[in-house]
């Protein structure tokens, strides 16, 4: 039962662990899981850790243990620059004797160039596209990407037999004017789209960076469009913007960057992502009705999303509220301390909300 935080197996608690909460189980995971790497990384063994940042504080607890007490065990910690309050537990890895920190700086000319061959599908490219995307991009990947997918889109390189070419459309005025920032990039590409398509990536931003077919489809609003939705995704797959992240028969989806998911879902209007939050909620109290504890998170953010305008019905903020006090005594059994205190936080602000709310 220890490892059902980390594993879907729905364990019920036995008679030992249920009476474990707080740092007391806490501490009994973490030696579970180190005895088990232990046991595993007798021969060599390598632990790659992407999107760090996204740690919560209880993960980076043990990550520091597991690169303090487990041998043979070489951990590669992928992350961004890590904003302030900096995890103590992040800083105490660095300062390891064993840790070697590499900060990834902006790509080469020539690795830029090779890059944007790959991702089209090409051996080499015309002159004004190489200057123009090195001008651009100034050695930034996902830039230099979007920008590569923007003149193909827009029509102004053709991609034949495996060779790229400048067509008719490619004038230097009309270059010139694509957009400077990632930003912009995005949005022209989705600006693109059909308007069903359009609708479907918008829908696919409020679940979240990776997101169930099954779930977008159940929320997906209009009706009749619902059967075209796998069509849909195989052009945005085909684009690059939402990337296979499982197949069937848990198929799910994932956004080729987390900024192409705020960009996207920053085209909406404030009604339509809360109409869509509210969508998504209920999806999960509908389908999860039975046991609702592994989702107290995701329930909080989505009914939080519906209620960021205090002129929402009271009884909707209770349930967020509700929701927040949830999830938040689940942090504290799971001694996840910084996350616990940031959605009791978010529910004693959500009280001030409420008529008559006592400061």
Known sequence: ???????????????????LI????????HELLINLLKQTSKNP?????????????GSWTLLLMMCQQVENLITVIVTRPIAEPIPLEYKEIQALSKTEKVILNNLSIADTLNLVCRRLGVNFLPKQVEDLIIEKSEGNPFFSEELAYVMRDLGFIEIINGECRLSNKSSQLEIEKLPNTIQGLITSRVDRLSPAQQLTIKVASVIGRVFSFRTLQDIYPINEDKERIAEHFKVLEGLDLTPLERPDPDLAYIFKHIITRDVVYNLMLFSQRRQLHRAVAEWYEKTYANDLAPYFSYLA???CKVVVDSAIEPKLVWKAIDYLQKAGDQAVQRYVNQEAIGFFAEALELLKTLPNSIE
Do not use: C, Q
Request: glycine residues 2%; proline residues 5%.
């Open 1 to 19: 039962p220890l490892l059902d935080v980390f594993l879907p197996w729905d364990w019920v608690d036995n008679e030992y662990t249920a009476e």
């Open 22 to 29: 707080g740092k007391v189980r806490a501490d009994a995971v």
């Open 301 to 303: 953010y989505h009914w």
């Open 45 to 57: 063994l390598i632990l790659v850790m992407e999107d760090a940042h996204w740690l919560d504080s």
